[in-house]
């Protein structure tokens, strides 16, 4: 079955999204630099594949995607914008080219004739393995849609940019079910605003990694997404951040005037990481007594980001 074997490949470039029928050379041109710059980003950390037949796909009537790349007659689009594009489609890899198929697919309902990498995705999700599709924004797709096609159906990630990549990886931890062993493995490409300090375990916590983990992604999405923000916009101040990060479902505070006064118990927030100290004071709750996620405010030390310093059932006040 095509997609289920290859552990590489966890994004792939859909080469379907690439229709220029009824987009003007401007818009053309902004859509493919904005693809360029997802692509080039996203081969910094990953392997990114394609289908042995990606430059031959029609991007117009009798016009293929080789032929457009290379030839800078057919359009008014800057050649520095197609070589820049065709430089990082050659970047990527392909898989055997006898795993290629040309039946078509439907994804979100809509037919597609030809789609060879998300016929792809899909016979991989199906397996259990999921794959996200980068693909021109002008396509439509993104985020998980239903992909069928005669012999299979499963949910596929679409994106479009860098930035919707950690909702994949987040994804990830529910639908294939993530052991612990695993969990951060992941981490990085799920949280890229967090540090994860090198003590961090779930075994600290009450209760077991399958009945911690949602809400410790949850948490750790939330922190992520949204905390630096609101300590630059609130300036810092506790009462004002929590206002603002009230509407995520989620407990989190910094200690009480109480605890902060408490010099002994205020040391045992105090993380190492990488030769320095970070004070992790700022936690969220799962429980009013129980399981905290310690962490840090954004450091200039960490360019900007949060280490993650605790997993802990809870810690002396």
């Known amino acids: 079955m ?10 792939i470039v859909d080469e379907s999204s690439f229709d220029f029928r009824g987009v003007d050379d401007a818009t053309l041109s902004d859509l ?25 796909i029609d991007c117009e009537d009798r016009l293929e995607l080789c032929q457009f790349l290379y030839d800078h007659s057919k359009r008014s689009v800057s050649p520095d914008v197609r070589r820049r594009l065709a430089k990082l489609m050659d970047k990527c890899t392909s898989w ?28 991989s999700a199906a397996a259990g393995k999921s794959v996200a599709c980068l693909g021109l924004s002008s396509s439509g797709r993104r985020n998980w849609l239903r992909v069928a096609c005669e012999e299979a159906a499963a949910e596929v990630y679409f994106f479009a940019t860098a930035q919707e990549m950690p ?16 969990f951060f493995e992941l981490a990085g490409f799920a949280f890229p605003a967090l540090v994860m300090s090198s003590g961090l375990t779930f075994r600290k916590l009450d209760g077991s990694y399958g009945e911690m983990r949602d809400w410790v992604v949850k948490a750790l999405s939330a922190i992520n997404d949204e905390f630096a923000t609101a300590i630059s916009a609130n300036m810092g101040q506790p009462y004002a951040v929590q206002a603002t990060l009230g ?14 006064a408490n010099v002994k118990a205020m040391r045992l927030r105090d ?3 990488g030769g320095k100290t970070y004070r992790c004071e700022w936690h969220a709750k799962k429980d009013p007594h129980r399981n905290r996620i310690h962490f840090s405010l954004p450091a200039p030390t960490l360019g900007g980001r949060i280490l ?3 997993f802990i059932d809870h810690l002396p006040t």
């Open 167 to 182: 909702e994949f990886w987040r994804e990830l931890y529910l639908r294939e079910d993530v052991p612990e062993h695993r």
């Open 96 to 123: 055997d080219s006898s795993e290629n198929v040309t039946a078509p697919v439907k994804v979100d309902s809509v037919p597609i004739d030809t789609a060879w990498s998300v016929h792809y995705a899909l016979h």
């Open 2 to 11: 095509p997609g289920e074997a290859d552990e590489r490949y966890r994004i």
């Open 271 to 273: 993380v190492e990481h």
């Open 247 to 260: 509407h995520l479902g989620l407990n989190l505070s910094p200690e009480s005037p109480k605890t902060r």
């Open 308 to 310: 993650i310093g605790t």
């Open 32 to 56: 493919l630099e904005n693809l360029s710059d997802a692509l080039e980003t996203v081969q910094e950390l990953h392997v990114v594949g394609t289908s042995p037949e990606w430059s031959v």
